[in-house]
């Protein structure tokens, strides 16, 4: 049973325009939320992450909002870079475990 | 500083074998997770190490085993392979049990033939 989802596969953006990416989950227990980035040949990367008791926060470009209402997690990246291609997973945890969403892959266009 | 890092980069097995995988964590880290990605999926969590023990395990079965020496590198055992194994084994380091930002590895990618 999948608790952490990103139904989006790809995304892509223009460069300077704002990414999107979007992740739902199930368990009402996750207390941490995280996103990561992955480029090819390399383990995912740490990017940002969120207590479930904020709803933002932010670290340069990269701003993760969580909606615990609708069990919604967001990460927006403004302004988008060609750099910042690669694949983004969320991931939630609960008693130190972590679950992965299956990834989101976003291409920003020069 | 050198991060984590995992060996060998790439392993193939015949069904039926039995497998080692190595991690050394990062520097100051004494945590050490595993995990499998198969492709086109996220990370799977399969069990987490501190202190020498095993602290949290995923929904994987008891082929898969694993041990944290010491100095804090891990070893993942993987006994009586299936084709199902073959993927991307991560291994991830942080400090402490708080659920904070994770340090992965490039991953040993096993194939299982």
């Known amino acids: 049973d999948q608790q952490v989802k990103q139904n989006s596969p790809s995304l892509s953006v223009q460069e300077g325009r704002i990414s999107i990416l979007n992740c739902d989950y199930t368990?009402?227990?996750?207390?941490?939320f995280l996103w990561y980035k992955k480029y090819p040949a390399e383990g995912p990367t740490f990017l940002i992450s969120?207590?479930?008791?904020?709803d933002k926060n932010e670290d340069g470009r990269f701003t993760v909002f969580l909606n615990k209402s609708a069990k919604h997690l967001s990460l927006h990246i403004v302004p988008s870079q060609p750099g910042d291609s690669a694949v983004y997973f969320c991931?939630?945890?609960?008693?130190?475990?972590?679950?992965f969403g299956t990834g989101t892959s976003l291409t920003v266009i020069p | 500083d050198a991060g984590v890092t995992q060996s060998p980069t790439h392993l193939i097995k015949t069904r039926g074998q039995q497998v080692t995988l190595r991690c050394s964590p990062k520097?100051?880290?004494?945590?050490v997770s595993w995990y499998q990605q198969a492709l086109g999926q996220g990370p799977q969590f399969i069990f987490q190490?501190?202190?020498?023990?095993?602290?949290q395990r995923g929904n994987f079965p008891d082929r898969f085993s694993g041990h944290q020496f010491p100095n804090y590198s891990s070893e993942l055992n993987v006994n009586a392979l299936l084709l199902g194994d073959s993927a991307l084994y991560l291994c991830?380091?942080?400090?402490?049990?708080?659920?904070?930002?994770?340090?992965f590895g490039p991953g040993t990618r096993l194939t299982v033939t």
């Open positions: 190490y501190y202190e020498e023990e095993e602290r």
């Open positions: 991931a939630a945890t609960q008693s130190n475990q972590f679950y």
């Open positions: 991830a380091s942080s400090a402490g049990l708080i659920p904070y930002e994770q340090y």
């Open positions: 368990n009402s227990m996750f207390d941490y």
């Open positions: 969120i207590s479930s008791i904020k």
């Open positions: 520097s100051g880290h004494d945590t």
